[in-house]
């Protein structure tokens, strides 16, 4: 176990991050899914606020920036028009099964299965970027998400008491950031096996 105050050398991976995020939607190389974008921006915050709320401390931290990246990438896309991917009948389903369970993450009384609803919420807003990370790897950069893996690794490695309203939407990030950056390069990595073999 590292020593909390490791958390905040976390912080410094998100402004060049986020930075070279935004420098690929003015450029045109990348397009967010604005459904995928607004919920990660809600779910974490909520997620976090219930982490601080069950006294997790620091741990809690990654969770938060895992909303506020989010955040800025909403707030660009008000003031940079056309800036993100067209949506469809799909995008607006899988918003709508956030949202849902966006709301009962919210009003359900235990702490546990508030947990499990904010993962789900992000996980339906994360289900447009997938399938678009899939089919059109190249319209998504893949800074945020590596990002989002070092840091809630870090969360991770600091972590005191494993109590799953503490870890478990840590490991969720982790998880869902992994898979992400396999899209992306999905198609680099399996053009340099076969051209190895």
Known sequence: MLPEQIIYLTF????????????????????????????????????????????????????????????????FFIWHKNAYWKLTVFDIFCGVFSLLALILYT?????????????LSDFFAAIPTFTKSWKFPENESPQPYIIGLATNMFGLLIVKNWIFSFYSFGIYLILLNLVMTFFIYRKKILKTTSISS
């Open 107 to 119: 009003i359900t009384h235990n702490l546990v299965v508030s947990i499990i609803f904010a993962i």
């Open 12 to 75: 410094a991976f998100y402004i060049p991050g986020y930075y070279f995020y935004l420098r690929d939607i003015v450029y045109g190389q990348n397009k967010p899914n604005l459904i995928s974008w607004f919920f990660w921006m809600l779910g974490p915050f909520l997620g976090a606020f219930f982490q601080f709320k069950a006294g997790a401390g620091l741990v809690a931290l990654p969770t938060f920036m895992a909303g506020f990246g989010p955040l800025v990438v909403v707030l």
